[in-house]
């Protein structure tokens, strides 16, 4: 129901309470004007009595709590802009950042944003030509040495089994997922 039916409704009452008519006329009043949009037995009841208590305005008090600004246009273009600065940034990060519930972050994110949280795709990594020739030029001197050194140079190789070395910390896939919007390309990772 919208908000200017239920407050024209409310300005019935009040001047239909001044007039004095009673509660069966005018509860038939509104729904012959309102139909089925027409406010419940009990919340024309309610707000008679608060007009005859002297009440004037016809709209709702107002609430104690939270403002809802949160989810204003400024604030979720703000999100945005700091989503699309760092991609890879958390939910919580995001609510902490803009002093927001972790659930109206997700829904700003989500619902408002239409983002969603992706990890890049695993994509492997082809040599390139001068990195195949290194290879190639690698092989044959080895070829080379074993065939002047025999099993002396294979005895000074070393081997592992079960043991990975890296160079540098690999992500995990948490780690690697970010923030993109149905119209944004896929990710690629190599």
Known sequence: MAWHSVNEQRIVIKFNTKLGK?????REDLQKVYGEAALSKGAISKWMKRFKD???ATEDDSRAGRPVTVTDEETVAAIQEYILRDRRVSVEHVADKFAISYGTAQGIMTDRLGMRRVSARWVPR???SEQMGVRVKMCQQYDRRYREEGDYFLNRVTTCDKTWT??????????????KQHSSPSLKKQ
């Open 54 to 56: 002297g009440r004037e």
């Open 22 to 26: 009673s509660f069966s006329d005018i």
């Open 126 to 128: 082809l040599l390139t």
């Open 166 to 179: 890296h160079f540098f910390e690999p992500e995990s896939k948490r780690q690697s997922s970010v923030w």
